[in-house]
C-alpha cells in the first residue's frame, strides 16, 4: 500500500487530497491544525500547525520508521484580503510566510527521512500561478511572493535532493472554488485534485524542479 501525508488536510484543497487518495486505498495521513478539524474516512489524523516547529518535529518522531511515498506540502493560507501598496499589513505578510513557506520547509526537513525511505521520494508543494515572477501582475503581492519563495525552495531541494533520487516539484491548482479561490472559481475542487493526482502519477526524475498546473502543462517561473 502506497502512503501520502498531506498538510492542511482538515479543509480545501488538502481535505479533497486526502479523500480522493484514500478512495483510492492509499494509506493517508493528514496533518491538521485541532482535533476538531474534519479529516475524510479512513484518513489518519496527526496535529501539526505549519507555524508551531514543536509540532512538526513531534510530528517527525510521531512517524518515525514510517515510508512516505509521496509528500505533499499543501497547507497554506492567503492573508489578509486587500493589501495592495500603501496599505500593506506587515503582520499578516509575516503569517502568511510563516505558513507557506517556512512551513512547507520545515515540515519537508522534518519528515525527509520519511520520503527517503518511501518508494516514490516525491515532494509537491502546493504553489499558486500567482507565484509566477514572469507573469506577475502587482496583484495579491503577500501572497504572491510566498508562492514564488516556496517555487525558490523547490528548485534549490531538487538540487540538494538529486543524488538521493528525490523528486521535488511545485504544483498549481488552478483558480478553484474554495474558502482561498472564492465562489466565482471555475474549477470544482474535485476536477483540480483528480488533475494533480494525474500529474503527480506521472512524474520522472526528469521532472524533479518543474512547476507544473493542475492540468500537466509547464508555468514560468
Known amino acids: 500500500m502506497s502512503t501520502i ?9 488538502g ?21 476538531e478539524a474534519k479529516l475524510p474516512a479512513s484518513v489518519e489524523r496527526q496535529i501539526a500547525d505549519a507555524t508551531d516547529r514543536k509540532q512538526i518535529a513531534a510530528l517527525g518522531k510521531a512517524l518515525r520508521g514510517v515510508p512516505i511515498d509521496v509528500l ?5 493560507i492567503s492573508g489578509k484580503r486587500g493589501m495592495a501598496l500603501g496599505s500593506f499589513d506587515y503582520d499578516s505578510w509575516e503569517e502568511v510566510l510563516r505558513v507557506n513557506l517556512l512551513g512547507a520547509a520545515a515540515v519537508t526537513e522534518a519528515l525527509l527521512p520519511n520520503v527517503l525511505a518511501g518508494s516514490r521520494k516525491l515532494i509537491a508543494m502546493m504553489s499558486s500561478r500567482l507565484g509566477s515572477i514572469a507573469e506577475a501582475s502587482g496583484m495579491t503581492l503577500p501572497y504572491a511572493t510566498s508562492k514564488a519563495a516556496l517555487n525558490m525552495l523547490v528548485k ?3 538540487a540538494t535532493l538529486a543524488s538521493e533520487g528525490v523528486i521535488v516539484v511545485a504544483l498549481s491548482p488552478g483558480w478553484v472554488r474554495t474558502d482561498m ?3 466565482s472559481a471555475p474549477l470544482a475542487p474535485e476536477t483540480s485534485v483528480a488533475g494533480l493526482r494525474q500529474v503527480i ?5 526528469a521532472d524533479s524542479g518543474k512547476f507544473l ?3 500537466g502543462s509547464p508555468i514560468p517561473w
Open 201 to 205: 502519477a506521472g512524474l520522472r526524475a
Open 181 to 183: 479561490g472564492g465562489a
Open 156 to 158: 534549490g531541494l531538487a
Open 213 to 215: 498546473s493542475h492540468d
Open 72 to 76: 505533499f506540502c499543501n497547507a497554506g
Open 15 to 35: 481535505h479533497e487530497l486526502a479523500r480522493q487518495y484514500a478512495a483510492e486505498g492509499w494509506r493517508v495521513i493528514g496533518t491538521v491544525r485541532s482535533r
Open 5 to 13: 501525508l498531506v498538510t492542511g488536510a482538515g479543509r480545501g484543497l
